[in-house]
């Protein structure tokens, strides 16, 4: 598999991007994709993900109810809808997959930078 994100840019806060995460290769049907985001100085972090068989999404709690992850199965893309946008929100941000079952992601997209402006 491999994966190829795109969508990043420059935003007023309060504003919104969508990201996009194309896979190619195989299935994803037993794989968990996710996103990742990284800002200067910072550790990477778990932005949420989703079960790709059922779509059973997972946030974690700074996005919680602003950001939105979706699929699209038939074009084996991943959405990453960000809304009500926070200068803390600007990073560097990765698509990521594993195995549903596993616990490290061991596919990984390029980063798209998204930059939040105040």
């Known amino acids: 598999v491999q994966l190829q994100a795109s969508g990043g840019g420059l935003v007023q806060a309060g504003g919104s991007l969508r990201l996009s995460c194309a896979a190619s290769?195989?299935?994803?049907?037993?794989?968990?994709m996710g996103w990742f985001r990284q800002a200067p100085g910072k550790e990477r972090e778990l932005v949420g993900s989703?079960?790709?068989?059922?779509?059973?999404?997972y946030y974690t709690d700074s996005v919680e109810g602003r950001f939105t992850i979706s699929r699209d199965k038939a074009k084996k893309t991943m959405y990453l809808q960000m809304n009500a946008l926070k200068p803390e929100d600007t990073a560097a941000y990765y698509c990521?997959?594993?195995?549903?079952?596993?616990?490290?992601?061991?596919?990984w997209g390029q980063g798209t930078l998204v930059t939040v402006s105040s």
């Open positions: 290769g195989r299935s994803l049907s037993s794989d968990v």
């Open positions: 989703i079960l790709w068989s059922e779509g059973r999404t």
């Open positions: 990521a997959r594993k195995r549903r079952y596993e616990s490290n992601y061991d596919t």
